[in-house]
């Protein structure tokens, strides 16, 4: 999708790997941080660290002996919120593939970009908690519905 369409395809996730670059994405938003940052709990710096970086790291903006995985942590706003609701109040198609519902606000953004008039579709092994409020829904193996969908997608560009 993101090869047919490169401008106009942006990937939010909640997961904090880096799959989705490994993957070859390019505009891909971590709401929920990525295990190969570091962030300083002092100052909020940020950077790339390498994985055996030990919590309590000195940071390198500031000093301090408080660097943390760059991750969101219950009770904390996740990264990205204002630039995610301008994506979904832009949206033509709004996808949610592999997520429970269950979290929010992501388990909101299938309303958000309806009310913003996006065609709204679910791609999930099961049925999400959210499952009501997508107009269209394809359920089974990720590896399987998403290229299936992506294939009609691109039938009609």
Not at 81 to 108: C, H, K, N
Request: proline share 8%.
């Amino acid at each position: 999708m993101e090869a047919a369409y490169p401008d106009h395809v942006t990937i939010v996730t909640q997961n904090v790997d880096a799959l989705h670059e490994a993957a070859g994405s390019r505009r891909v938003l971590h709401m929920h941080g990525t295990l190969a940052g570091a962030l300083c709990a002092a100052c909020g710096h940020r950077w790339t660290a390498p994985p055996e970086m030990a919590p309590g790291h000195p940071c390198p903006a500031c000093a301090a002996p408080a660097a943390r995985p760059d991750v969101v942590w219950f009770g904390e706003m996740p990264y990205h919120m204002d630039e995610i609701w301008d994506l979904l109040r832009a949206a033509d198609i709004f996808a949610a593939i592999g997520t429970s519902g269950q979290v929010y606000p992501a388990a909101a953004f299938v309303q958000d970009a309806a009310r913003a008039g996006a065609h709204t579709v679910e791609i999930n092994l099961d049925p999400s908690a959210v499952v009501s409020d997508f107009a269209e829904t394809h359920f089974g193996k990720a590896t399987d519905q998403v290229p299936r969908w992506v294939d009609d997608l691109l039938r009609y560009k």
